[in-house]
């Protein structure tokens, strides 16, 4: 994974205007239209629009491809892979959105392992049942000794973290989530612990969390340990 990552950031608190949401139309495919065609509800169709088209344009910015050009295919996870034009492998992305943020990361190299998570800070949830139910013993146990004000901001943390780290894996949440658990001690240094039947190794990988702005957070997990990227935050894709 040589080179920095690069990881777009798009706030989606705003609707869609009509000019852009037709701008973000005309990159899709086929199977794309077919699926906005069966959304009726709005903030549901900005949000499919959106997320589309930034992929499609987020991949065109590293590598030489028009954004009507990339083909998706999923494997039986439903992760997508991008291909291009010329049907050889594209840039590795993941995306993830959520109300008011939608986040792609992408690197050029089409083995590159990555995965990115994004909350919306003000849902609801985050309760210890929740955390009991998804997260791994060490943290729930974690989550339990800190003070009642911290908790929510940490489970924050795992529950994107977590997701991050699966959607890296691409094999979503049949790999067990509580067979790993983060370790948090100090607030900039993010690890992991892998339950020995996850065939994992913690020193190959990178992880982040962090707040873009008040209200949201991201997460990311990057297969190499000394993997890097860059933050950019862009307006609508495809907008005025
Ligand atoms: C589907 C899943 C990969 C992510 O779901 P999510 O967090 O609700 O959604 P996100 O917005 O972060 O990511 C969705 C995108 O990830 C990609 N994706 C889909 N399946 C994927 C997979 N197996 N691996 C990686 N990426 C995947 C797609 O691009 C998808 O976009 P789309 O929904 O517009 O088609 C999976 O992790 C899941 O089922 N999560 C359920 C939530 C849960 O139980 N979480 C427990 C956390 S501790």
Request: hydrophobic content about 45%.
């Amino acid at each position: 994974m040589r080179g920095a990552a690069r990881l777009v950031l798009v706030g989606a608190e705003a609707a869609l205007d009509d000019a852009t949401s037709a701008a973000c139309e005309a990159v899709l495919d086929a199977r794309e239209r077919e699926r906005l065609a069966m959304i009726s509800h709005p903030e549901v169709r900005a949000e499919f629009l959106r997320a589309r088209a930034l992929v499609r344009a987020a991949l065109s910015t590293v590598r030489r491809e028009r954004p009507t050009g990339w083909r998706f295919e999923q494997n039986a996870h439903g992760r997508p892979r991008a291909f291009d034009s010329a049907g050889a492998p594209g840039p590795a992305f993941n995306l993830s959105h959520t109300r008011g943020l939608l986040a792609v990361l992408v690197h050029d190299d089409p083995e590159a392992v990555l995965g990115v998570d994004v909350e919306a800070l003000g849902r609801r949830g985050g309760g210890p049942e929740v955390a009991e139910r998804f997260f791994s013993v060490d943290e729930v146990r974690a989550l339990r000794g800190l003070a009642p004000a911290a908790q929510r901001d940490r489970f924050f943390d795992y529950w994107t973290l977590k997701e991050a780290y699966i959607k890296a894996r691409g094999v979503g949440v049949s790999l067990g989530l509580g067979r790993f658990s983060f370790v948090i001690d100090d607030p900039a240094a993010v690890t992991v612990r892998f339950d020995a039947s996850l065939d994992d190794d913690p020193g190959r990988w990178r992880f982040a969390r962090f707040d873009p702005w008040p209200g949201h957070r991201v997460a990311l997990a990057l297969g190499h340990p000394e993997a890097t990227w860059q933050t950019e935050r862009w307006p609508d894709p495809f907008g005025p």
